[in-house]
Nanobody
Framework: QVQLVESGGGLVQPGGSLRLSCAAS????????MYWVRQAPGKGLEWVSS????????NYAESVKGRFTVSRDNFKNTLYLQMNSLKSEDTAVYYC????????RGQGTQVTVSS
């Protein structure tokens, strides 16, 4: 059974940082590209970042480029998202998923950026 469990969210002030984690199980993590998507209040799902199976190629939405860094540990079956210089518009529930549309995503972790 495929399971994705996100963690690491919280309340942070503008300009602050958070590191999200996603623990994966039930599938062969190391051969799958992985994705972060998010959903802000009242809005649809938005793709945030992608990483290839080896962790050697990454892509980012323009809105987070230069501030967010995606990485993975294929030995720990874990995906990460380091978020720096957070802005109020980054407030959302963040999900990891196995495709860009967010299919099969986990329960998500809430990130709130507010002073």
């Amino acid at each position: 059974q495929v399971q994705l469990v996100e963690s690491g969210g919280g309340l942070v002030q503008p300009g602050g940082s958070l590191r999200l984690s996603c623990a994966a199980s039930g599938f062969t993590f190391r051969v799958n590209g992985m994705y972060w998507v998010r959903q802000a209040p009242g809005k649809g799902l938005e793709w945030v970042s992608s990483i290839n199976p080896a962790g050697t190629m990454t892509n980012y939405a323009e809105s987070v480029k230069g501030r967010f860094t995606v990485s993975r540990d294929n030995f720990k079956n874990t995906l990460y998202l380091q978020m720096n210089s957070l802005k109020s518009e980054d407030t959302a529930v963040y999900y990891c998923a196995r495709d860009r549309k967010g299919s099969g995503r986990g329960q998500g972790t809430q990130v709130t950026v507010s002073s």
